[in-house]
């Protein structure tokens, strides 16, 4: 089992940037492969970008593509999200999640574990 918890959400204005932490407790952090994920207000959670488990392989959404990287520090049991380039439609809460799928998975359900979010604002 692993806990996760999100840092390093605020208000940017468009164009600036903002990097997401995510802090995983447990000895097996390596056995999970993360995800982050976002939700805006009167929407559905999306997939937003999914890093292996060594951190060899990254996965992004379309929307997200060029602009935000994904990156793991397993020694410090962390994922981070930084994220560049940021438009107002990027306003939305962010979640860090964990999966034991070995594939870079974008499907919500299959990630068991997941953080209480750390709201990002854009302002225009």
């Known amino acids: 089992q692993v806990h996760v918890d999100e840092s390093g959400g605020g208000l940017v204005q468009a164009g600036g940037s903002l990097r997401l932490s995510c802090a995983a407790s447990g000895r097996t952090f390596s056995s999970y492969a993360m995800g982050w994920f976002r939700q805006a207000p009167g929407q559905e959670r999306e997939f937003v970008a999914a890093?292996?488990?060594?951190?060899?392989?990254?996965r992004y959404a379309d929307s997200v593509q060029g602009r935000f990287t994904a990156s793991r520090d397993s020694a410090k049991n962390r994922v981070y999200l930084q994220m560049n380039s940021l438009k107002p439609e990027d306003t939305a809460l962010y979640y860090c999640?964990?999966?034991?799928?070995?594939?870079?998975?974008?499907?919500?359900?299959?990630?068991?574990?997941w953080g209480q979010g750390t709201q990002v604002t854009v302002s225009s």
């Open positions: 890093i292996s488990r060594r951190g060899a392989n990254t």
């Open positions: 999640a964990a999966t034991v799928s070995p594939f870079l998975t974008d499907t919500i359900n299959d990630y068991a574990y």
